[in-house]
C-alpha cells in the first residue's frame, strides 16, 4: 500500500456535487499545504459537510461523520454504488424540465416529498437550485431554503457538470477504506489513534450556524477541550478576521496552537471593487505544521503565501 500524506501540493482543486455553507474549496491548498500528517492512520472529519477537503486530501484510509443525515447517506450510496452518475443524469434531466415548464411550484413539490421521503436525488436537486447553495433545516429537520428563482437552472451543462463532479469523487472514493457515519463529533472523537489525523470544520460561532442542529457555546467549549486531549494530529479551521470583527473564540479556546491565515475577498456588489477581506485561520497541533522555506521570489513556491501571514500562536 503507498502511504500518502500531507503536505499535498493541489494544481486542480476537485469540487463537490454538493454545496454547504462554510465550504472550503477556495481553502483547500491553504489547508493542505499547511498540514504535515505521515497518512499513515485514517483521515478523520468529524464534520464532513460537502466533503471539498476530503476529495483533495484522498486518504487511503478515512472515518467521515456529519450529523447531517443527507449528507452522509449521499456520499455513502455513491461510495457503495447504489448510486450512479448515469441515474444522477436521467432524474436531474426529467425534474430539469419539469422545473423549466412549471417553474417555483415543482421545486416547492420536490422540496415536499424530500422532506416525507429524505430521497438523495431530490436531495441534489434542492441542493443545486435553491437559493444562495445553503444547506439549511427547520427545527423538524425539513430543508427550508426557498428557490433559486431559476426554472432553467438544470440546462444541459449544469447537469454534466453537477455529473462529472459526482463521477469524479466517485472514482477517488474506489478503492479506498472510507467508513461513513452520521451522528455527533464527540461519538467520532471516541475514538482516535495515535496515527490519525483530525481535520475539524465545526460550525462558527457568532455567524450564521443553522445548517442541521444549532451549534452553541457549550458545543464549541467542549470541543476544544476533546480536541486538545486526542493522541493524534490535528487541525482546525476557523474564521478570524473581517472588517467589522474579530473571532475572539481563537483566543479563548485555541491560544497555544500553531496559527497560520489567509485572506480572501468576496464581492459584496456587483462592481469588481466592492470588496470585503476575511481572514481565516487554520490551528494546528504543534508538530503537524509544514515548516516554511524561506525562497527567493522568483523561485517562489506556494507556501511563500502563507509565510507572509504566519505567526506562531
Ligand atoms: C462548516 S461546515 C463543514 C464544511 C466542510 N469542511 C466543507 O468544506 O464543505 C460544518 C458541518 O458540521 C456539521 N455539524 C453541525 N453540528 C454538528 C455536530 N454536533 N456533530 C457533527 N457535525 C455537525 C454541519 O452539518 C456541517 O455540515
Redesign the pocket.
Known amino acids: 500500500m503507498i502511504i500518502q500524506g500531507l503536505p499535498r501540493t493541489v494544481k486542480q482543486v476537485i469540487v463537490?456535487p454538493i454545496k454547504?455553507?462554510?465550504?472550503?474549496?477556495k481553502l483547500v491548498k491553504f489547508i493542505l499545504s499547511n498540514i504535515s500528517w505521515n497518512g499513515k492512520g485514517r483521515w478523520i472529519e468529524?464534520?464532513?459537510?460537502?466533503?471539498?477537503?476530503l476529495f483533495n486530501v484522498q486518504p487511503e484510509r478515512a472515518l467521515l461523520?456529519?450529523?447531517?443525515p443527507h449528507?452522509i447517506r449521499l456520499y455513502q450510496m455513491i461510495y457503495d454504488g447504489s448510486l450512479s452518475p448515469e441515474q444522477v443524469r436521467l432524474y436531474l434531466t426529467t425534474e430539469g424540465k419539469k422545473l423549466l415548464s412549471n417553474g417555483e411550484d415543482h421545486y416547492y413539490l420536490i422540496r415536499e416529498c424530500f422532506n416525507r421521503t429524505r430521497n438523495p436525488l431530490d436531495f441534489i436537486f434542492l441542493n443545486r437550485s435553491c437559493f444562495n447553495g445553503v444547506?439549511r433545516f427547520n427545527s423538524k429537520g425539513e430543508f427550508n431554503v426557498p428557490f433559486c428563482r431559476k426554472p432553467d437552472r438544470f440546462r444541459q451543462s449544469y447537469i454534466t457538470k453537477i455529473v462529472n463532479q459526482i463521477s469524479q469523487v466517485r472514482r477517488i472514493m474506489q478503492g479506498k477504506e472510507w467508513v461513513f457515519f452520521t451522528?455527533?463529533?464527540r461519538e467520532v472523537l471516541s475514538n482516535v489513534d495515535v496515527d490519525d489525523f483530525v481535520y475539524l470544520?465545526?460550525?462558527?460561532i457568532g455567524r450564521h450556524t443553522d445548517?442541521?442542529?444549532e451549534?452553541s457555546e457549550d458545543?464549541a467549549e467542549d470541543l476544544a477541550r476533546v480536541v486538545r486531549n486526542l493522541p493524534c494530529g490535528f487541525a482546525l479551521?476557523m474564521w478570524k478576521e473581517n472588517k467589522y470583527r474579530l473571532n475572539q473564540h481563537i483566543e479563548f479556546y485555541w491560544n497555544g496552537l500553531i496559527e497560520r491565515t489567509f485572506t480572501h475577498f468576496y464581492h459584496v456588489g456587483s462592481t469588481e471593487n466592492l470588496r470585503n477581506s476575511m481572514e481565516e485561520a487554520l490551528l494546528i497541533k504543534h508538530g503537524y505544521e509544514t515548516v516554511l522555506i524561506e525562497t527567493t521570489k522568483s523561485d517562489k513556491p506556494i507556501q511563500l503565501e502563507f509565510a507572509l501571514h504566519e505567526q506562531a500562536g
Open positions: 463537490p454547504c455553507q462554510g465550504i472550503k474549496t468529524p464534520f464532513l459537510g460537502s466533503g471539498a477537503v461523520n456529519d450529523v447531517n449528507i444547506m451522528g455527533d463529533w470544520d465545526p460550525p462558527y445548517y442541521y442542529q451549534w458545543d479551521s
